[in-house]
């Protein structure tokens, strides 16, 4: 009798502890602020999103939460990962959302002190990438099926390990077409800038810098062509399609494979399927290691609580052109992992394409 | 149609809530061009996430609001203190500040505030008659005329900031050095970073600003004892703000071709304003009979770059609004705000939106009158500070100063930055070597470098220097250094026939001495290691510091040696061993200057240890109580708006990260 009244005892006892415990971590964000850093400069792309995660995740993450955005540019997002990763409380106050430069990792950059798998990986997500080539090239390329006659293209980006330029290379080297790669380019509107100067022929671009720059300007005026997208490669080879191009623009390997009349192969293309999978997705939203496994997974949950939000969407879309796409919480992490699982040849062409002489 | 889209536009702008978000727009402009440190960029960034759910005309009220006047206000720490309140206003400083030294802020205030809105007038005029005509001009400008851009403008600003040509290429040489600190962008291999992650993205503009020009001021002040207005009641001419927009309408044609530099310049993509006020400074200089005042107070060196840099506005607004091309960060910002709103650069704006770029087009101008207008009203009050005690401008000065520097990564090596750079920039000033070219030089370096990277690939070699526009702008350049040597020679044969000390064409003295010689050497040093360093690097990686240092070492070697000559005929001529191995300035002053510099710095120390308003505070107090002798009553209420500042402006406003102190 005494024992089951102990035992209810401690039950009870167990039961109103475990509430208050369940309480006291759901309060854990009410009326407190939370800095979400962005490792890109204000006004850009990735500020533009964190600045719509920031108003209406604070919400689902407490009552009375705030979350304030603050930039740390720098160094391809080395400097933000850094700062995330050496100088910022474990205390789940402090968030990242920026690219997540594993590749900068994976090649083992000077100056990069992170390492993403310490990091408490609570989303990544993705954008889309188009190849455009001025139609106004030495041999002419008045549309797309003329590629393989080019020579010596002149293609722009920033720099030598950047997205966009990685986009406007890989495809040419896969392709065994001759270039030239001239980085230096700080920002999109340089390169379109450059190639309405007739400066460059190629270059990469997102979705949104498509249809807001080139889709109604260069391409509609005939200077410009979109040459392909790209998506992630699938196992069996094929592309992922994405209907974001009206269905006028083909992914790179179908692109390929009508013009070749076959599969793509090599260590560039070995190297592109690695950029085509991990570089679509290079925005994540992270926390810095040691976070308490309860916060973190409240984060997560108002995260995909935020995703998943009407108003978010909406204007998620507006701004960005297509709804939101992001991995949450292990399959975000099993992202990450699998990023640095490369094949050795895929790591070579990576190396070659990216090293300066 | 336009005409049409012009009265829409305009009737948008002057609703209620449109105005009013002009109005709050210009004011909150106004404030943040006035602190130096902050910048048209940092209110940009603050308002930015108001503007995501907002019509997009009271968007653009509001930003444009702010945007277009801060290269209004930011004269005034030009003028008062020397101090660039934004990288736009760098030459006003040479003119300007000694014209306040004089007693004839007022003047000079009553004339920059004038063209300020006269440009900003011109610059949004032509925004409306260029938009069919820019995309020829912009693209006629690419890479190679941007490249050769950028070096007119630091060959200007080389020759015409100091007394000496040499002096002035060689601190920009060290500028443009300075610019390649960190990651390479082309090949992401980081340089000269000594093993520091706080340098290897590169040194932060701001701190290196402040240092090099808000400390030396602030410690001059604080150790002298004086007012900004030095000279004394006798020396001082009386002045008014109508002497000023005199002043204007006597070089009304000057204000028009400024204006014109101005726009066209800052149409062009990635210059920004930072360029066009030395370009105009260095076409005011050229183009006048007598140019023997520049720098020593003539009102042309203030009408001429303060015209420029508003105008500037109005052109980066037509490349972001007609290509999507940002001009310049605060334009980039801008560009954001089209694309979140939903609009598109281009067609659309030209076309279905014209009534939205109308607006635009009339919030430049109506922010321009208005704050031109709100500020010569003020001009008086704030031309007072001139005359009321520097110990009463050195602490807040100082807390803007280091808040400023703080808000550039939001760590403690900010702070190590700035006080370095203090300590360069004081050095330089007491040694008579010029800093604007060192300033300049960093900002452009970050330009030229990838440009003459790309224009060595994209165009094969160096084929792309016998371009039309290139050969032009080599010409102008040309042109400068010739203007330059000229001066230089005309003012040594004069020195010769007078037996006097050289006239000061800055505002910097340049009395040759042994300190000089060591500071030319301490430079001959740095190119040197700087060269050895390059070899290190890969040759497209060393390329741009490799030359930089070399033609750096020539200069500064060539500095050393005239002045070593001009220590021996000075020798043999009347200089005693004692005058020989003078300090430069009196012993007394020197040290309270290194007693100063050893206070400031405790504010590193402290903070450390009780966190940044604790150490700013007790700066604050400290320093008026102890330092400035200053009342009781006075200090307590100093140190509590200083405490307001802190906790509401860079607290709450600012949402910056304070430092974690260790006794937390």
Redesign the interface.
Known sequence: MFGKKMSSFFGILAFVAGGFFQQANAEYFDDKNV?LLVNA????GQ??VA??I??NMAKHLGTGTNI?????P???G??GL?VLS??TKADGLTLMFGTSNAM?QLLG???V?FDLSDLGIIGVGSINYVTIASTDTKKGLADRSALLKQENL?I?G????DGLGLFARLPMEVLGLSY????????Q??L???M?????EVLGTGH?GYA??YK??LIAEGKAIPLFYHSPVLEDGSQQKIDLYDGTVPTFVSFYESTLGKAPSGQMWEAYKWVSRYQIRPQGLFAPPGVDGDVLRQITAAFEKTLNDQGFKK?YA??NGMEPNFFVGDEAKTFIADAFKISDAGLEGLKKL?S?? | MAIEAAYTGLLQVLTWSSFSYLLYGVGLGMFIGAIPGLGG?VG??IL??FT?EMEPVHAFALLIGLYAVTSTSDTIASVMLGVPGTAASQATILDGFPLAKKGQAQRAFGAAFTVSAIGGLFGAVVLVASLPLA?PI??????PELFMLGILALTMVGALSGKSLTKGLAVACFGLFLSTI??D??????RF?LGS?YL???LPIIPVILGLFAIPELVTLAVKNTQIADQSENEKEASSIWDGIRDVYHHRWLTLRCATIGTYVGML??LGAAIVDWLAYGHAFQSAKDNSRFGLGDIRGVIAPETANNASKGGALL?TIV????GN?GT??L??VL??V?L?????LLTTDLDITFSIIWTLAIANVLAGSLLLIWSKQVAKLATISGHLIVPAGLLFVFMGAWLA???LEDWFCLLAFGILGYVMKILGWPRPPLILAYILGGLL???L??NM??YDGFIWLVRPIVLIIIAVICFTLFVSIRRDKRRQLKTLETDSQPGTADFETGTANISQLIFAFFLCLIFSGIVFSCLEY?K??SLFPGITATTGLILSTIAASNILRSLKANKQNYMTKAEFLSLPMPREELMSSLLFFAFISSIVLITLLLGQKASILFFVATYLFFWGKISFKITLGYSFACWLILYFFYGHTL?I?WHTPYLN
């Open positions: 800095t400069g204000a006004g850009g500020t533009r600045a719509l920031a108003d304030v955005v603050k930039n740390i720098g160094a391809g080395i400097k850094n050496e100088a900068a950059q000077e100056g002190r002149v722009g920033r720099s030598l390990s030239k790669y001239v980085p230096g380019y700080k920002s509107p340089k379109n800038a450059a309405q100067a007739k400066e460059i949104i807001k720059f109604d300007t204007a507006k701004r990216t300066k002489k | 960029v940009l960034i930015l996430p995501y995309l912009i693209v006629a400008f690419g890479s960190g990651y962008d082309s090949s992401g291999i980081p970073y992650i290897i993205d590169g993509p990635g490349p290509f999507g091309i940002p960060l980039s910002i560009l954001s694309l979140i939903g598109r650069p281009g067609p659309d990564s939001g760590s470098e990838p440009r990277y790309i690939q994209a890969p497209s990686v949402n990260i």
